[in-house]
């Protein structure tokens, strides 16, 4: 089955203990991004990678961190996290041969930073 | 600019009733359109998408389409059902950029 998965999807932390949020895709797409979803804000783009080894910020990539060492693969890394970085984030993937748009989502990781 | 408006929700109806969310860009040139879904405790999934001026998109009983003289993309379904309770993104494409509208919750009730 094609799909997105992120893991965990729920975690509760506090402020300033690093932690990851995986990303995988088993449909050998080229682009990954990670987003954020906040109430009344829509989702926010953090960061993308159009392919390995390849990355660029989104619109709030500030206190994030991303690596694409594999096709597959997408980590989203908060290496000190704060209270302000509490949401619900998605991570998504699709093949850009002019249709980035159409992107599959994984489930939704919820992230509590107390 | 560069934002997609969508109306505050929630929206709240009765079965069959017949739906319309608002949704209005701003852009420089001329962005593809889509809107989203997300259902309950899910991801967001493509509904249905626009590419050109005048294009009319359509999946599931929805449509939408691509006024370029307005610059909108409301969405319109003619009979809701309880299954299309969700929240709903109108979102546009530039490049290898996606900006979201804030989202529509819809509630339809029996």
């Known amino acids: 089955e094609a799909q997105v998965t992120q893991n965990p999807r729920y975690l509760i932390t506090v402020t300033g203990k690093k932690l990851t949020v995986t990303c995988s895709q088993n449909?050998?797409?080229?682009?990954m991004s990670w987003y954020r979803q906040d109430p009344g804000l829509g989702l926010r783009q953090i960061y993308y990678?159009?392919?390995?080894?390849?990355?660029d910020k989104g619109d709030v990539p500030e206190g994030y961190k991303v690596s694409r060492k594999e096709k597959r693969n997408f980590p989203l890394i908060l290496e000190s996290p704060s209270p302000n970085q509490t949401s619900l984030y998605f991570c998504?993937?699709?093949?850009?041969?002019?249709?980035?748009?159409?992107?599959?989502f994984g489930p939704g990781t919820r992230l509590t930073v107390t | 600019g560069n934002s997609v408006t969508q109306m505050e929700g929630p929206v709240t109806l009765s079965e069959e009733a017949f739906l319309t969310i608002n949704c209005t860009y701003t852009?420089?040139?001329?962005?593809?359109l889509f809107w989203y879904v997300q259902y309950p405790g899910e991801g967001l999934q493509l509904l249905l998408k626009?590419?050109?001026?005048?294009d009319k998109g359509s999946n599931k009983g929805f449509e939408a389409t691509y006024r370029k003289e307005t610059t909108s993309f409301h969405l319109e379904k003619g009979s809701v059902q309880v299954s299309d309770s969700a929240v709903y993104f109108c979102?546009?494409?530039?490049?290898?950029?996606?900006?979201f509208g804030g989202g529509t919750r819809v509630l339809v009730k029996p």
């Open positions: 998504a993937s699709s093949s850009p041969r002019g249709r980035i748009y159409e992107q599959y």
């Open positions: 449909m050998n797409h080229e682009y």
């Open positions: 990678s159009m392919n390995v080894e390849v990355t």
């Open positions: 852009a420089t040139g001329y962005p593809s």
């Open positions: 626009a590419t050109k001026a005048d």
């Open positions: 979102v546009k494409a530039a490049g290898n950029k996606l900006t």
